[in-house]
C-alpha cells in the first residue's frame, strides 16, 4: 500500500472502534466530510478502507449466522439479491 492508502485504512480501523463506542454507525461519514475539505485523495482511500471493511464485517457475520444456523438446525439466512442481475 502507498502512503495514502496506508493513511485513510488507519483512519477506517480508528473510525470503526470509535463507531462502536459512540453507537454511530454513519459516523463515517463526518470524518470523510473532515478529511474530505483537505483532501479528497484521502477522503476517497478511508471511505473505501471503510466500505470494505463494512463488508467484511456483513460477510463475517452471515458466514456465523448461516453456520450456527446448520449447527444448531435452524434456517439460515438468505443472502440479499444480486443487484446486477436483470
Same mark, same amino acid.
Given at each position: 500500500m502507498g502512503v495514502v492508502d496506508d493513511? @485513510?485504512?488507519d483512519l477506517a480501523l480508528k473510525t470503526l472502534a470509535a463507531m462502536d463506542e459512540l453507537d454511530n454507525d454513519r459516523f463515517y461519514n463526518d470524518? #470523510?466530510?473532515v478529511i @474530505? #475539505?483537505?483532501? $479528497?485523495t484521502?477522503? *476517497?482511500a478511508f471511505l473505501t478502507a471503510i %466500505?470494505? %471493511?463494512l463488508a467484511a464485517i456483513r460477510g463475517h457475520k452471515f458466514l456465523d449466522a448461516t453456520l450456527s #444456523?446448520?449447527?444448531e438446525g435452524g434456517k439460515a439466512p *438468505? #443472502? $440479499? %439479491?444480486d443487484s446486477s442481475a436483470h
Open positions: 493513511l @485513510g485504512d470524518v #470523510a466530510k @474530505g #475539505a483537505s483532501s $479528497p484521502l477522503q *476517497e %466500505r470494505i %471493511r #444456523a446448520k449447527r *438468505e #443472502a $440479499p %439479491r
